[in-house]
């Protein structure tokens, strides 16, 4: 009978691994990673104190993995000493002692398929119960075995031939797991599905570009909404009281030419707040009305809950591509606050609702317009990061420029559809930073310049310290509070990947991918 | 979407992150359309003009006014280029679809039949100047010199005689991205200047006209200077005549590498 009760047990255990509970108390085990920015609300921000402002000068390297690929963005998930990396259409376990794999996936990419506005790349994974999700470019939801990386599902999101792709970190929600496409300068219609995480059937889609007879189609003029952009190629959020998922939409398409698309065209460049079960909408805020700029808002929103004139209030934040700061009310979308973070001369300011005042020079012309910021914004995909110990937002910031140009492109189904283009700065009149921003207000505390705009995330820890990566190939560590560098270290590949921070036999490490390499980092 | 360049949706190096490098549709596939020479111009001048000049005649980048391209000896090559650049100095056209690519190609091509420019100087004449007048202590041409300026090998592919002669009549005007010169004062007080061969946000490498090599903390540093618009090459304009500048010229846009 005993024997009986430990093997029930024992199948309990290995049919339940992280129960979606896990996830929601992740502060409770802060030596593990089990979602793509640690919390459910999008802090990346680490409980670990080890590695801190005295000590990290002497931080090393434990190990490193070297992937197949190159120009690696992973987030790894970590589960109890083992590491859950992917790549595009590849996944892999990892022995966070040593780095040797546990086991590797790998799904063929078939050979007409092609990245329309991006590289091939993949984000991270999600992981509830038993079984590990990733999102592949050629469109399927996989469930893979934890244990073994064995196939257990998967289910076919979208048809690649239109367009659609897929690279980002699926989130797991309480039964579901929601996923994002990519496809925005290839004239899709967006969307945003929920999948049941036991069977992979379909629970909801909510689609981005609403169709005739749904409210917001009348933001979009004729056909022009059948190809009208919407992509949700970043993880979101979620909220498990308010039971909301919380997710940034793309730009319109085409990206560069509004002419082609009169109207504020819904629910572009805005956040989305679905309710779990149904994937209704239960509200949205447009951060940039009628796009010309390719500004998705596909940010990680970072929730948390902070005073307002003298009340406690559940808010939103994100730094958008269009190089505002805003704090929503997450619970109404309500506009709380908004500026700018990084140079702008699109917008006089925001109005009392946190909708732009245009400046006379704020769209692409035939001859070029120069504007601020760039095509990749103020920041881009990203994440940021939050510290409950400064209740400073950390922002990786992008100073750069362009001539935008506006071109008539004609719509041809799975094919570049950009309706004008970009010429950059050189680079020697571009330039990077992390910025921290009191979390509130957007007010800035503190600016750590580098030397070209970043393509890498935050991660903030209660070490005091602030972790992010350069285009050159430095990862570094400042002080949290006040922007001072601390430690540096040569990766030798650029960095445009997340950091993140978790705990092997009781120590911590910190962790960044480097073009094909992922360094694990401890004392 | 994009992120890019290098790389996209935010596009990617930088390179590899910012720019889509999404390459679309390949620049080989049969065009849409027939070639359109105006909507070609119109791409031309606004993209291309900036480095190869209004008229294509060069200048930055090297003239277009020759029916062999050297980079681009057929159409498929010549696609591929305008799609894809050459880095670090000839961006990509990531957000040209292929009939813009056909159309500009198409442009290009008709550039090479403008008669190219009557340089009025004698390369040869120039090849004398050149030896005598130290070029060779600062650059290597076909394998001969010092290498603390640019290689000068293939400079007349690269750039146009007119930005050729502004070069040696002014050479702090042009000065390659790649060729900042840079002063360094370090803690113990010691000033280095020199070329920047690389940065990062918290190192700077260099080297100085002996060719040694410095390799600099920014945080160990007194002063780190860029001394924008200054170069160590001077102004050839005075050291010889109208005519010998333009022998110095026609020699220098003679320099096409290997055929």
Known sequence: ?523 | MRALLIFPSALFLSAVFAVPSAQTASAQDAPVEKPDLAAGKVIFEGHCSLCHGIDGGGGRGPSLHRTKLSRAPDDKTLKLLIQNGIPPEMPEGWYLSEQDIVNVAAFVRSLGNVPPEKLPGDPQRGEAIYARSGCATCHILAGKGIGFGPELTEVGARRGAARLRATLQNPSKTIPEEFLLIEAVTSSGQTIRGIRLNEDTFTIQLKDMQGNFYSLRKSDLRELKKLRGETLMPSYESFVSATELDDLVAYLASQRGQP
């Open chain 1, 1 to 523: 009978m005993r024997l009986l009760t430990l093997f029930l047990f024992a199948a309990t255990f290995v049919s339940a691994q992280v129960p979606f509970e896990r996830i929601v108390n992740a502060d409770k085990e802060p030596g593990n990673w089990l979602t793509y920015s640690r919390t459910l609300d999008g802090k990346r921000f680490s409980p670990l104190s080890e590695i801190n402002t005295e000590n990290v000068s002497q931080l090393k390297v434990k190990w490193a993995y070297q992937f197949k690929d190159s120009n690696i963005e992973v987030s790894p998930i970590v589960i109890d000493g083992i590491l859950y990396v992917t790549g595009p259409n590849a996944a892999a376990a990892l022995d966070g002692r040593s780095g040797r794999s546990l086991w590797k996936w790998k799904r063929p990419l078939p050979g007409d398929y092609q990245s329309i506005g991006f590289g091939h790349t993949n984000r991270g994974a999600a992981v509830l119960d038993d079984k590990l999700f990733v999102a592949t470019l050629d469109g399927f939801l996989v469930a893979l075995d934890l244990k073994s990386g064995a196939e257990r599902w998967s289910a076919k999101v979208l048809d690649y031939k239109l367009g659609y792709s897929m690279t980002m970190a699926p989130l797991a929600i309480d039964e579901k797991i929601v996923v994002g496409v990519s496809g925005g300068e290839a004239g899709i219609r967006g969307f945003l599905d929920a999948y049941d995480a036991r069977t992979g059937k379909q629970a909801w889609r909510f689609w981005t570009i609403p169709g005739p007879g749904e409210p917001g189609h009348e933001t979009w003029s004729g056909g022009d909404w059948k190809t009208g952009g919407g992509a949700t190629w970043v993880t979101g959020a979620y909220d498990p009281e308010l039971k909301l998922v919380y997710w940034g939409v793309g730009n319109p398409g085409p990206d560069w030419n509004g002419d082609m698309r009169p109207g504020d065209n819904l629910y572009t460049c805005s956040f989305i707040a679905l309710d779990a079960d149904t994937g209704k909408l239960s509200w949205y805020f447009q951060f940039t009305p009628h796009d010309t700029h390719d500004w998705d808002a596909t940010h990680v929103p970072i929730l948390f809950d902070g005073e307002v004139q003298g009340k406690k209030r559940k808010l939103i934040a994100v730094a958008n591509r269009n190089a505002f700061y805003y704090v929503l009310d997450r619970a109404t979308g309500e506009f709380i606050a908004g500026k700018p973070y990084a140079k702008q001369t699109w917008a006089k300011g925001l109005d009392v609702k946190g909708r732009p005042i245009l400046t006379t020079n704020a769209e692409p012309t035939e001859q070029g317009a120069l504007i601020w910021p760039n095509l990749n914004g103020g920041t881009v995909w990203f994440s940021p990061s939050y510290s409950p110990q400064t209740d400073f937002v950390y922002i990786s910031v992008r100073e750069i420029g362009a001539r935008y140009f506006k071109r008539v492109t004609p719509y041809r189904v799975g094919t570049f559809f950009p309706g004008g283009g970009e010429d950059e700065l050189p680079p020697d009149d571009t330039w990077g930073a992390i910025r921290a921003l009191q979390a509130e207000t957007g007010e800035l505390r503190w600016e750590f310049k580098l030397f070209s705009p970043p393509w890498a995330g935050v991660l903030s820890t209660a070490g005091g310290l602030v972790f992010s990566g350069s285009d050159e190939g430095n990862f570094y560590a400042l002080d949290g509070r006040t922007g001072k560098p601390l430690w540096d270290f040569q990766t030798g590949g650029a960095i445009g990947a997340n950091p993140s921070s978790f705990m092997i036999d009781g120590h911590q490490r910190i962790s960044i991918a480097a073009d094909r390499v992922l360094y694990v980092f401890g004392l």
